[in-house]
């Protein structure tokens, strides 16, 4: 079993940063891969970013390439999500999850963290 808790999430104004954290607990943090999701009201959960076991791969989905990175640190069992050049469509409640396999479906994923709210004003 794994825990996940998100947090650093809230208002930036567009333009701005955000740095969300995800701390596990549980099973063995390094044996799962890592993903961010994001949903926004009415609309359905959509992938962000994975990061692979060793955090040597990466996959990021095309709205937000270039503007925001995950990263993972195995020795304090956290995973990263760095936000730059914040947009109002970035607004959403952000969560963390666990697979085995890195992997861009929902589906795939067999553990979730509650959500963080990150809203962008314009």
């Known amino acids: 079993q794994v825990q996940l808790v998100e947090s650093g999430g809230g208002l930036v104004q567009a333009g701005g940063s955000l740095t969300l954290s995800c701390a596990a607990s549980g099973r063995a943090f390094s044996s799962h891969s890592r993903g961010w999701f994001r949903q926004a009201p009415g609309k359905e959960r959509e992938f962000v970013a994975a990061?692979?076991?060793?955090?040597?791969?990466?996959s990021y989905s095309d709205s937000v390439k270039g503007r925001f990175t995950i990263s993972r640190d195995n020795s304090k069992n956290t995973v990263y999500l760095q936000m730059n050049s914040l947009k109002p469509e970035d607004t959403a409640v952000y969560y963390c999850a666990a697979t085995q396999f890195m992997s861009v479906r929902v589906a795939a994923y067999d553990y979730w963290g509650q959500g963080t709210q990150v809203t962008v004003s314009s």
């Open positions: 990061v692979n076991r060793s955090g040597g791969s990466t």
